[in-house]
Structures are given as C-alpha cells and as structure tokens.
C-alpha cells in the first residue's frame, strides 16, 4: 500500500459480537457486491439475489428484537454496516435501510399476534419489503396524502360491492416507490377518515395482493439497478388483522419510521463518501505529473483533507445519533441535522472524488461519477434537505407562526 492510498475505515464498535458482524460483512460485500456493483448497475440490474442472502445471513434484521428472528442489535452497529453495504453499492445499502423501514411500523406499532404471525418472514424468511407514503401530489407535504382505506369498500371511493367483514378497501396512486414491484410486502400510509394527519392509517399490504400494480419504473439519474415505481391500488382488499395501530395514528407511525430512517440515508451517504474518497486516494497515489505523484500537489492535498474532515464528521454526527436512539432518548432533531450534513456532504466530496480524477473521473470506466450521480439522490429521498432545515429550526425556535 502507498502512502496515499485508502485504508479501511477504523470503526469504534460497542462488543467482539459487533465486530465480528463487521468482519463477517466485508468479507461477504468483497465476495458478492463489489465485484459485480459497476456492470450490474450500468445494465440496471436489481440484485434480488444478493438480498436473499443477506436475510439468510442475517442482515435484513439487525436492529430488531431476537424474539422476532431480529439481530438485536443496537442502531449504532446496524448502521455501521449499512455505511459498508452502501459504500460497496448503494442499491444494496439503500435497499436495506427500505426494508429495515417497512418492518418499523409492524415492529413498533403490531400487535403481539401480528408480531407473531408477519415478523419472522419479515426479518428472515427471504422476504423483501418497500414503504408507500409519498403520492404524485404529496411528497414533502406527506399530511396531505389521498389514498384512500374504506371499510368494506365504503366511503364512495371503491367499486366494489364490499370487502370481507372487518376488512378494507385501498383506492388510490403511490410514488417514488424503492423495491415498487419487486417487493413481498409494502407498509402503506392510507387516509381512513378527514383531511389533514389525524385521518392517516397504516396497513400491511401483500406484495401479491389482487388489484395491486406498479407502473413502469422510473428512469433515473443514478441508482439504476434499485427500481423506483408508482404503485395503483384498485379495490385492494386486505383484512382489518393487517391494520397497524389505532385508526388515525398512520401519521405518527410514519414520523417515528422516517426518524430512524433519516439516520440510515445519513450511514448510506457517508458510504458513498467514504467510497469517493477512497477511489480517489487510490488515484493520487498512482497518477504521476511533473515526474511525481500528483498526491505531492499541496492543491490536491488540501481537497483530500477536506474530503476526509466531512467523511468523519458526518459519521460522528450519525453515531451520535445513533446513541441517543439506543439510550431511549429523543433524536429526532439529530436525525434531521445528520441526514442533512451527511448527504450535503456527500455530494461535496463525490464532486471533488470527480475532479481530482479529471477527465478519467468522468468517464465510465471509474466509478467517481456513478457515486456523483448516487450521492444527488440522498439529498432528496427521506424527506428533502429543505425539509431537514424545517425540522431543525422547529426544534430550536419552535413552530412557524401562521
């Protein structure tokens, strides 16, 4: 290894268990992400294989309880390996941090019997899941969503005659949808009484449901192997034993999912930095101008410092996040400000990771502009950066007067 090169990352980890874990996840992303992560993307691949095997191995459950077939481990240690997944492929990383999204609403909100009955297929049984709040009107402004969830088919929004007794009806259009299509089971925001967030359920809809199509997915900047799709719901009927938690408490679910969230888009943009920065000490390294390595040019090497300064930051901010979590103590403001540095921060140091390539980096044939093209999309997903800021100045200085 050169002077210049990347070197792994030195990670504090609570226990020998957690470290264990992390060893046992770079050897698997070494065997089976990374090499086949740039062809599958640049054909648009979707990697539902490699996710089979994570479940079989574990890791699609990590921070639930063991009682369920969960890993039991604490939001500092999964995050962790999501960093890693999402630094070998995003697709993978992202894919996870959705997943362990669509079982929060069950594991938080379930009953025990539906714990019971849905969980352990969840967590381990091969199963993939994908989260349905955002619609084509309602992305940012999640309160105003118009999906619809009848009791037996109800409410003048269903064309059916009605649905078994105790059962509902779901009417309506979902966006932006990771895993739409390809998932087992989605977790579905849907308004079953008047306007605004008190009118808001969730349910757990079956992959496989009668009535239930994606759209086409969409065309997308970076992320090609991960679909992203619209999902119809036409009289879908499911039974009311597949609502989660009370009636009207849909939007609260949701906040308490996309906090825990937040932090998991934070841990997949510190991969993709991490990964950055990486291909670019590799490149300085090797790259020789004016008879040295280009890694000698103070210029170079004040961009190499400021990449790795906001990689460690933003991997303290999330961990620290993290902790708080763990503790039982409030972190949703800390959530917010670590997915809004840490993806801000991304997209700083995979523009840099290009420029320090010069032409090579962009070109296909090194990975520094697919992770450019990545890191756009965590600025976006799990509610915007703009949004982040709302949250963080409603934290420190209260509510906007009306």
Known sequence: MTEYGPRPVDRKLPTEEARDLLTLVRELIEREIRPVAAEEEASGRFPRETF?????????????????GGGDQPYEVYLQVLEELAAAR???????????????ALAGFG??????????????????????????????????????????????????????????????????????????????????????????????????????SAA??????????????????????????RRLGDEGQGFAIALSALDSG?????ACAIGVAQAA?????????????????????????????DMATQVEAG????????????????FSKEAAMAKLFCTDAAMRVTTDAVQLLGGYGYTLDFPAERYMREAKVLQIVEGTNQIQRMVIARHLAGPETR
């Open 52 to 68: 089979t095997l994570l479940s079989e191995s574990g890791l699609l459950s990590l921070p639930y309880a063991e009682e369920f």
């Open 262 to 266: 937040r932090l998991g888009i934070a």
């Open 277 to 305: 920065l990486d291909e670019a000490l590799g490149y300085v390294a090797e790259r020789r101008q004016f008879g040295r390595p280009i890694g000698d040019f103070q210029g170079l090497r004040f961009m190499l410092a």
């Open 90 to 104: 995003l697709t993978v990383g992202l894919g996870v941090s959705v997943h362990t999204l669509a079982c929060h």
């Open 111 to 212: 009953t025990k019997e539906q714990r019971a009955e849905h969980l352990p297929a969840m967590l381990g049984g091969g199963l993939l899941g994908a989260y349905c709040l955002s619609e084509p009107a309602s992305g940012s402004d999640a309160a105003s969503l118009t999906t619809r969830a009848d009791r037996k088919g109800g409410g003048g929004t269903s064309r059916s005659s009605g649905a078994e007794s105790g059962g509902w009806v779901i009417n309506g259009t979902k966006a932006w949808i990771t895993h739409g299509g390809v998932a087992d089971f989605y977790t579905v925001l849907a308004r079953t009484g008047g306007s605004g967030a008190r009118g808001i359920t969730a349910f757990l809809v079956p992959g496989d449901a009668e009535g239930l």
């Open 315 to 330: 991997r303290a901010l999330y961990l620290a996040a993290a902790r708080l979590r763990d503790a039982g103590q409030p």
């Open 216 to 241: 086409p997915p969409e065309r997308k900047m970076g992320m090609k192997g991960s679909p992203t799709a619209q999902l119809h719901f036409d009289d879908v009927r499911i039974p009311d034993s």
